[in-house]
């Protein structure tokens, strides 16, 4: 039986990532919204920084940073050192210039969606913000089936299909150490991973942003540390290391014989699970941000897609591929052991400390994509049921949740990944339409900001001041 869901899960993914399916959404997505907002990923890069740390008008409402670490949490993960590595094993090192190009149209893509959900936004009953794209195809498009398949989705890719691959992703990483059993080992790791997972969720919403935001800067920057370190050890190999990713990029003899397992589509594929940008996750942390323009949170967004990609992604290659460490020994029988890839490269640069520093940076990595991952996953709940889940109700979830992580721990590669692959597929399929449709309204969005602040003013937004007929929470 496990076999037959896992033969359906390929199928489908299969179909998903023919080259006119999701990765022409992405792609012509991606560009149309940059080419729509004047390239605004280059021309309001310097603006993102300084909405960053603008305060909440609220007490109780969370700051553009707060929402920020939210979705990096969730961003930021296993997704920057395994995806990246079995992008490289199995693509080779051109994935990763086009894992760049998916993030810079991506970030266009990311604005869009983040700026319409704060849009159409709504108000909670202490007076803070939630909502995202299920709210947007609710008000904006009329279609509240299309927001309740989203929220199915977001709940399934999250709290399944992510959530399983991050634990996988950490329990992989100890097979370089000699206490490692595969008969025990992910099972003892399954069971810590999902005690302290469990412990973190019932704090509830609050308790995931500060655990997150003291969290996540450190992690990322002691990471991209690590990876400067290994650069500067092989600097002699980068000129090389530079040419290989480029050469690779534009095979196009060997990217045409079997597109399926090119660079170009492994790119897409981890970029997507890396940064999420089409997906509809990060609009749901996006929505929770106090602020007096959409355009702003939107700004923030885009900023989280670079970070994501551009820095983190971009350590994890560089600090592999300037070892000169053969990524293809690391590939068997078409499957890649990412984690043996990284250590192996660290290793040869930092000695033994290289495995034990990846196992710690997995470590965090992993604990806040879960807790990030999550955090999107109750406003779908509530979203689907149209209220707010009984103790009960919400108890039961948060025990099937952390289940899930220990299940994930214990579950094969192969399982894991293809179900994650799928998922992200199919809920691209639902949000990425709805966005082109209602794109014009965050261009707008858009224009009004910088009209204002071309005008010397700190933009406040009305929503009838571009023509929003439809009734929103805030912007009146």
């Known amino acids: 039986m496990f076999e037959a869901i896992h033969s359906g899960i390929l199928a489908v993914s299969n179909v998903l990532y023919q080259p006119w399916f999701v990765p022409l959404l992405l792609v012509v997505g991606g560009l149309y919204f940059t080419f729509r907002c004047k390239f605004m990923q280059v021309r309001l890069f310097k603006e993102s920084f300084k909405v960053i740390m603008e305060k909440p008008s609220d007490e109780n409402g969370i700051s553009s940073f707060g929402a920020l670490m939210v979705s990096t949490a969730s961003r930021v993960g296993t997704g920057n050192i395994i995806g990246v590595a079995t992008a490289i094993c199995l693509g080779g090192a051109g994935a990763i210039f086009w894992m760049w190009v998916t993030a810079f149209i991506g970030g266009a893509t990311a604005f869009i969606e983040s700026t319409l959900a704060q849009i159409y936004k709504k108000r909670d009953v202490d007076g803070t913000s939630y909502g995202g794209p299920a709210f947007y195809m609710q008000t904006a498009l009329k279609q509240r089936w299309l927001g309740v398949i989203f929220s199915v989705l977001i709940i399934l890719i999250y709290a399944v299909g992510y959530n399983m691959l991050a634990a996988f992703n950490l329990q992989s990483t100890f097979a370089a150490f000699s206490f490692y059993d595969a008969s025990v080992t992910p099972k003892i790791i399954g069971i810590i991973l999902a005690i302290l997972f469990g412990i973190i969720v019932i704090g509830g919403a609050k308790r995931l942003i500060k655990v997150t935001g003291v969290m996540v800067p450190i992690m990322g920057v002691i990471y991209v540390a690590v990876s400067i370190l290994v650069l500067i050890l092989n600097i002699t190999n980068i000129p090389a290391m530079i040419a290989g990713i480029f050469r690779s990029a534009f095979d196009f003899s060997a990217i045409f014989g079997g597109f399926a397992g090119s660079c170009i589509?492994?790119?897409?594929?981890?970029?997507?699970?890396?940064?999420?940008?089409?997906?509809?996750?990060?609009?749901?942390?996006?929505?929770?941000?106090?602020?007096?323009?959409?355009?702003?949170?939107?700004?923030?967004?885009?900023?989280?897609?670079?970070?994501?990609?551009?820095?983190?992604?971009?350590?994890?290659?560089?600090?592999?591929?300037?070892?000169?460490?053969?990524?293809?020994?690391?590939?068997?029988?078409?499957?890649?052991?990412?984690?043996?890839?990284?250590?192996?490269?660290?290793?040869?640069?930092?000695?033994?400390?290289?495995?034990?520093?990846?196992?710690?940076?997995?470590?965090?990595?992993?604990?806040?994509?879960?807790?990030?991952?999550?955090?999107?996953?109750?406003?779908?709940?509530?979203?689907?049921?149209?209220?707010?889940?009984?103790?009960?109700?919400?108890?039961?979830?948060?025990?099937?949740?952390?289940?899930?992580?220990?299940?994930?721990?214990?579950?094969?590669?192969?399982?894991?990944?293809?179900?994650?692959d799928m998922l992200q597929g199919l809920i691209v399929v639902v949000n990425v339409p709805s966005i082109l449709i209602l794109g014009g309204t965050a261009i707008k969005c858009l224009n009004d900001y910088t009209k204002q602040r071309k005008e010397g003013k700190d933009p406040h937004f009305i929503a009838s001041d571009i023509g929003i007929k439809e009734e929103t929470d805030f912007w009146k």
Request: hydrophobic share 50%.
């Open 265 to 420: 589509m492994w790119g897409i594929k981890r970029g997507l699970y890396s940064n999420e940008a089409g997906m509809g996750s990060a609009p749901n942390a996006a929505a929770k941000a106090d602020v007096s323009h959409p355009v702003k949170q939107g700004l923030v967004q885009m900023l989280s897609v670079f970070i994501d990609t551009l820095l983190i992604c971009s350590a994890t290659a560089f600090m592999c591929l300037s070892t000169m460490t053969d990524p293809s020994a690391y590939v068997v029988d078409g499957a890649a052991d990412a984690a043996g890839y990284v250590q192996a490269s660290m290793g040869s640069a930092l000695g033994s400390f290289g495995p034990v520093f990846l196992a710690v940076a997995m470590s965090l990595f992993a604990f806040t994509t879960l807790i990030g991952n999550y955090s999107y996953c109750e406003g779908c709940l509530e979203f689907i049921i149209r209220r707010a889940p009984k103790k009960g109700e919400l108890l039961v979830f948060r025990m099937i949740a952390t289940v899930l992580v220990f299940v994930g721990a214990i579950a094969s590669a192969g399982f894991v990944w293809d179900t994650a």
